[in-house]
Structures are given as structure tokens and as C-alpha cells.
């Protein structure tokens, strides 16, 4: 199972390999990079600042026809649909393209302090959590599953770092 990496815009390097690197070793999966050159700007909105995320994965499966298994787009701004005021992610379920934003994980947007290694537990977290709803998965009960949903940054921090035994199974 290929995960198709394709940050948009300015993404941490180190956060990629760091995303790459858990993904093949506690899972199935290969990762590689893949360029999306997408024009997104359309997709603003001025009076919320923030992106339409489901325009955004609309738009990606236009140049994603030929790529194999799962796209994980990783996006530095903030996503909203419009029921929402922000995500922190958005995927199709059972399907192939999964986004999350980074905006939200970053510490320094609560509290104004960097802390990397926290970002980068969120971010892994909300990356396992949007591919699990393209696992056909739903959101889980269990506090301690990453398919727990998650609505603030502290419910992205108190759930666990893996799947429960049920949604383990979908995983492949
Ligand atoms: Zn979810
Ligand atoms: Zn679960």
C-alpha cells in the first residue's frame, strides 16, 4: 500500500520524513512524494480566511487519476467546510485522497511557544486519522483511538497514538 505524499505549499521537511519514516515502520505502507502543482487560490475564502478543504481534495483527484493507492496532502493554512468553523482535516471515506492542515497543530498558534516534537505527534495523529476514514473506517468511541474524533487540539492530545483493536482490522 503506497501512501502518495504531496504537501502543498511550505511543509517541513523534516515533519515529511518524520511522517514517512512512521508509516513504514509501525505499518503496511510505502511512502513517496508526489507533486501536485494545484492552483488553489479559488478555494479561499476572504471573509473566513481559510480554505474550502473539499474543493481543495476535488481538485487534487483531477491529477490523480493515474497514482495508485492513497494521496496525503499536507497543508500549512486553515480548512473549513462550511458547517464547520476549521478542520483539522478532511478525507474521503473509503476513498483515495486524504488532507490535513498543519495550521492547528502548530503549538505556537495556542500558546504563541514552538514545540516541535508535540507538532509533530499531532500531526502524525490527525495524517493516521484522516487515511483511517480512506480504510473505510468511522469515527471511533474508544478515547484511546486515533479514530476518535476530534473537535479542539485537546482532544487531539489526550487520544492515543494508535488504532483500538476494531479499527486495526480496516487497516491494511
Ligand atoms: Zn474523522
Ligand atoms: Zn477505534
Keep these: 500500500m503506497i501512501i502518495n505524499i504531496a504537501p502543498i505549499g511550505n511543509v517541513d521537511k523534516g515533519l515529511i520524513k518524520y511522517i514517512e519514516d512512521h508509516l513504514s515502520r509501525y505499518y503496511n505502507f510505502s511512502t513517496q512524494e508526489l507533486k501536485l502543482n494545484l492552483d488553489i ?32 496532502i499536507l497543508f500549512e493554512d486553515d480548512l473549513f467546510v462550511p458547517v464547520f468553523t476549521y478542520i483539522f482535516g478532511e478525507a474521503q471515506f473509503n476513498g483515495k485522497h486524504a488532507i490535513v492542515s498543519l495550521c492547528r497543530l502548530h503549538e505556537e498558534f495556542y500558546t504563541g511557544k514552538t514545540n516541535q516534537k508535540l507538532f509533530f505527534e499531532r500531526t ?6 484522516e487515511l483511517g476514514h480512506t480504510f473505510n473506517l468511522k469515527h471511533c468511541h474508544d478515547w484511546d483511538c486515533l479514530m476518535h474524533t476530534s473537535g479542539g487540539i485537546e482532544e487531539v492530545d489526550i487520544k492515543g497514538s494508535g488504532f483500538c483493536v476494531e479499527c486495526s482490522k480496516s487497516i491494511p
Design 124 to 129: 502524525l495523529k490527525e495524517v493516521l486519522h
Design 41 to 72: 487560490k479559488k478555494f479561499y475564502s476572504e471573509e473566513r480566511r481559510q480554505y474550502y478543504s473539499t474543493q481543495i481534495i476535488q481538485e487534487a483527484a483531477k491529477f490523480t487519476g493515474n497514482v495508485k493507492d492513497k494521496v496525503l
